[in-house]
């Protein structure tokens, strides 16, 4: 009898744990074409920490067909994408010290994956965030928007 509790709190406690991953993680991917998996990503501000795995799952070099995931606010979007695109690959195709960039994962390219953790406390509940691939005209198709609950 005892056995039977503890493997049905143990099951309890894995179903809780699974839940919670799902709405503080969230995994995109990317190819050897512009595009992002998930065109819209909620974060819930109950999250003690947000991880985002970018995972590429093309062929090519960052070199050729690199992708990042860079979020800033909305309004911040159109300067911060200007300046990212110039800094460089050596940079991630992020302008150092960028204070628009509010999260950023390095550019990677085929086979390759990356996670970064944020803390979502830094979001607003309700402010406008928009997310995208910094390496050079892939914004034009690279975007989406980021929700926070
Ligand atoms: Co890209």
């Known amino acids: 009898m005892k056995w039977m509790v ?4 143990a099951a309890l406690a ?3 744990r699974a839940e ?20 819209e990503i909620t974060v819930d501000s109950s999250c003690e920490s947000f991880s985002l795995t ?16 860079v979020l800033t606010r909305s309004e ?13 690959i050596e940079n991630d195709f ?7 960039v509010l999260a950023a994962t390095k550019v990677i390219g085929g086979g390759e994956e990356t996670t970064i953790t944020f803390d979502p406390s830094i979001l607003e509940s309700g402010g406008d965030y928009t997310f995208f691939c910094s390496f050079p005209g892939h ?7 980021l929700i926070v609950r």
């Open 139 to 145: 914004y034009v198709l690279m975007r989406g928007k």
């Open 94 to 100: 992020v302008k150092p010290g960028d204070e628009r």
């Open 20 to 39: 919670e991953a799902a709405t503080c993680a969230v995994t995109v991917e990317v190819g050897d074409s512009l595009y992002f998996s998930r065109k």
């Open 6 to 9: 503890c493997a049905a709190l």
């Open 14 to 16: 894995f179903s809780t």
């Open 76 to 88: 911040d979007f159109d300067d911060a994408v200007t300046d990212a695109q110039r800094a460089g």
């Open 54 to 69: 970018l995972k590429h799952v093309g062929k090519m070099p960052a070199s050729a067909m690199g992708h990042n995931w």
